[in-house]
């Protein structure tokens, strides 16, 4: 089992910055696929970003390209999620998430490729 915590959300400004962090404890996540998530309300659950744990290599989805960064911490085993000139549609709330193992980008943009999940910590911006 993996239990992943998160932290850092708020109420920010639009152009504001915040930094996300998720705490992972249970197991050794060397090979693991680690992922931010955020859900608006009254919509479905989006993939943001991803990071795989050993090599590093990330993906975003568009809209958060040239604003957010993933990153990870080995000796906190702790990713983070820099967002920086936000947005109002960036208000959501951001959930981690994780996977034993990298595989297709197209894969790990999907929900269902995640074992474990965190509570989720609230994200708002005003206009």
């Known amino acids: 089992q993996v239990q992943l915590v998160e932290s850092g959300g708020g109420l920010v400004q639009a152009g504001g910055s915040l930094r996300l962090s998720c705490a992972a404890s249970?197991?050794?996540?060397?090979?693991?696929?680690m992922a931010w998530f955020r859900q608006a309300p009254g919509k479905e659950r989006e993939f943001v970003a991803v990071?795989?744990?050993?090599?590093?290599?990330?993906d975003y989805t568009d809209s958060v390209k040239g604003r957010f960064t993933i990153s990870r911490d080995n000796t906190k085993n702790t990713v983070y999620l820099q967002m920086n000139s936000l947005k109002p549609e960036d208000t959501a709330v951001y959930y981690c998430?994780?996977?034993?193992?990298?595989?297709?980008?197209?894969?790990?943009?999907?929900?269902?490729?995640?074992?474990?999940w965190g509570q989720g910590t609230q994200v708002t911006v005003s206009s």
């Open positions: 998430a994780a996977r034993g193992s990298w595989t297709t980008a197209q894969a790990l943009r999907i929900m269902r490729a995640y074992t474990y």
């Open positions: 990071i795989a744990w050993s090599s590093g290599s990330t």
């Open positions: 249970g197991r050794t996540i060397t090979n693991y696929a």
